[in-house]
């Protein structure tokens, strides 16, 4: 028996019902699916090490477990910034409470003065000491989340013992088309890039933001900076989360001065920084439109929550080239305006 020839427009809507049902399957196994992802990219992203130190004579396993016990090492140093941090934000927590009291005094104060009244909205002055069992809850979901980081960290592990037999194999399926075997390697290298930029260009940011709040005496410092380490990851929106409680703190600590002295540390940050050294290390490698890296923000971070918009750009960029490997699919890439990305730079003449 023969199934009747489909329509294009058939075709397309299969393909939609197709993609439908396996994106509520990925959403149903969540957890599962990040821990894949993640340790996929991370694993693409430490494969070159490891090859690195397999030529200078380590075998495949010392290879893997001294790259393994570098990013722990990296994963230790940034739990303890960030424990230390809470624990100063926790112990210097009246001080914090009487700092607001007069912040929000001199704001019911200067409104006032300019006829608008406030009525009831600051006649009681919020219990920042109540927030201590939500930084603790948080705390102990962050001890949850470990459980994530240790299998991500062990599959990564795995993954990276087996990359050669898989590159290998990967290599033989393709041997009868170069060009899709030319995309998947280029693809990979934009990922590894973009990890290895962003995180660059993350780690000045991070180190220059904390280090002009610390100048500044704003309160944990350390953990602004770390947090902008982190959501630096988050492309657009990210940055300007981790401003938020800098600025808040700073609001406490200096007033309405304050405010303005850290928006303008995050404006010439983002002048320095985020602009012509992220544009110079990319080198204009990642020419993907600035909605699709907003939607895939939006889409990631439904699917698959922080770690969604944190790994939102490599998860696109393998997305994209599934799109582009198949025949069906790959008019979504031409659609988004992402042809560029597989065309072959021209030589210079």
Same mark, same amino acid.
């Given at each position: 028996?023969?199934?009747?020839?489909?329509?294009?427009?058939?075709?397309?809507?299969?393909?939609?019902?197709?993609?439908?049902?396996?994106?509520?399957?990925?959403?149903?196994?969540?957890?599962?699916?990040?821990?894949?992802?993640?340790?996929?990219?991370?694993?693409?992203?430490?494969?070159?090490?490891?090859?690195?130190?397999?030529?200078?004579?380590?075998?495949?396993?010392?290879?893997?477990?001294?790259?393994?016990?570098?990013?722990?090492?990296?994963?230790?140093?940034?739990?303890?910034?960030?424990?230390?941090?809470?624990?100063?934000?926790?112990?210097?927590?009246?001080?914090?409470?009487?700092?607001?009291?007069?912040?929000?005094?001199?704001?019911?104060?200067?409104?006032?003065?300019?006829?608008?009244?406030?009525?009831?909205?600051?006649?009681?002055?919020?219990?920042?000491? %109540?927030? =201590? &069992? $939500? *930084?603790?809850?948080?705390? #102990?979901? @962050? /001890?949850?989340?470990?459980?994530?980081?240790?299998?991500?960290?062990?599959?990564?592990?795995?993954?990276?013992?087996?990359?050669?037999?898989?590159?290998?194999?990967?290599?033989?399926?393709?041997?009868?088309?170069?060009?899709?075997?030319?995309?998947?390697?280029?693809?990979?290298?934009?990922?590894?890039?973009?990890?290895?930029?962003?995180?660059?260009?993350?780690?000045?940011?991070?180190?220059?933001?904390?280090?002009?709040?610390?100048?500044?005496?704003?309160?944990?410092?350390?953990?602004?900076?770390?947090?902008?380490?982190?959501?630096?990851?988050?492309?657009?929106?990210?940055?300007?989360? %981790?401003? =938020? &409680? $800098? *600025?808040?703190?700073?609001? #406490?600590? @200096? /007033?309405?001065?304050?405010?303005?002295?850290?928006?303008?540390?995050?404006?010439?940050?983002?002048?320095?920084?985020?602009?012509?050294?992220?544009?110079?290390?990319?080198?204009?490698?990642?020419?993907?439109?600035?909605?699709?890296?907003?939607?895939?923000?939006?889409?990631?971070?439904?699917?698959?929550?922080?770690?969604?918009?944190?790994?939102?750009?490599?998860?696109?960029?393998?997305?994209?080239?599934?799109?582009?490997?198949?025949?069906?699919?790959?008019?979504?890439?031409?659609?988004?305006?992402?042809?560029?990305?597989?065309?072959?730079?021209?030589?210079?003449?």
């Amino acid at each position: 028996m023969t199934l009747p020839a489909l329509s294009p427009t058939e075709r397309v809507l299969l393909c939609l019902a197709l993609f439908v049902i396996i994106i509520f399957g990925i959403r149903m196994i969540g957890s599962v699916a990040t821990i894949l992802l993640v340790a996929l990219v991370l694993a693409l992203l430490l494969y070159p090490a490891t090859v690195w130190l397999q030529r200078r004579g380590l075998s495949v396993l010392a290879s893997v477990g001294a790259v393994t016990i570098a990013a722990a090492l990296c994963i230790v140093l940034f739990v303890y910034l960030t424990v230390v941090s809470f624990n100063v934000i926790i112990a210097d927590m009246p001080l914090y409470q009487s700092e607001l009291a007069l912040r929000l005094a001199d704001l019911t104060g200067f409104l006032t003065l300019h006829g608008i009244s406030t009525g009831d909205l600051f006649s009681t002055v919020p219990n920042l000491a %109540a927030s =201590i &069992p $939500a *930084l603790l809850s948080s705390i #102990l979901n @962050f /001890g949850t989340d470990l459980m994530d980081v240790f299998f991500v960290a062990v599959t990564t592990f795995f993954m990276l013992l087996e990359a050669p037999p898989i590159i290998a194999r990967a290599e033989a399926m393709l041997a009868g088309s170069p060009e899709k075997c030319r995309q998947l390697a280029k693809m990979s290298g934009f990922v590894v890039d973009f990890m290895v930029v962003r995180t660059e260009t993350n780690f000045v940011h991070g180190v220059l933001f904390g280090g002009s709040l610390a100048l500044m005496g704003v309160h944990a410092a350390i953990l602004w900076g770390v947090l902008t380490f982190v959501l630096g990851y988050i492309p657009y929106f990210g940055l300007i989360l %981790a401003a =938020i &409680p $800098a *600025l808040f703190f700073a609001w #406490l600590q @200096f /007033g309405i001065w304050g405010v303005i002295a850290v928006v303008a540390i995050v404006c010439v940050l983002n002048l320095i920084v985020e602009n012509p050294v992220f544009s110079f290390l990319a080198a204009r490698k990642f020419e993907i439109p600035a909605l699709v890296v907003i939607l895939s923000v939006i889409f990631w971070g439904w699917l698959l929550g922080l770690a969604g918009m944190l790994f939102s750009v490599p998860f696109t960029l393998m997305t994209v080239t599934l799109f582009e490997f198949s025949d069906e699919l790959s008019w979504i890439n031409t659609l988004l305006g992402l042809d560029p990305l597989f065309a072959e730079k021209e030589a210079p003449g």
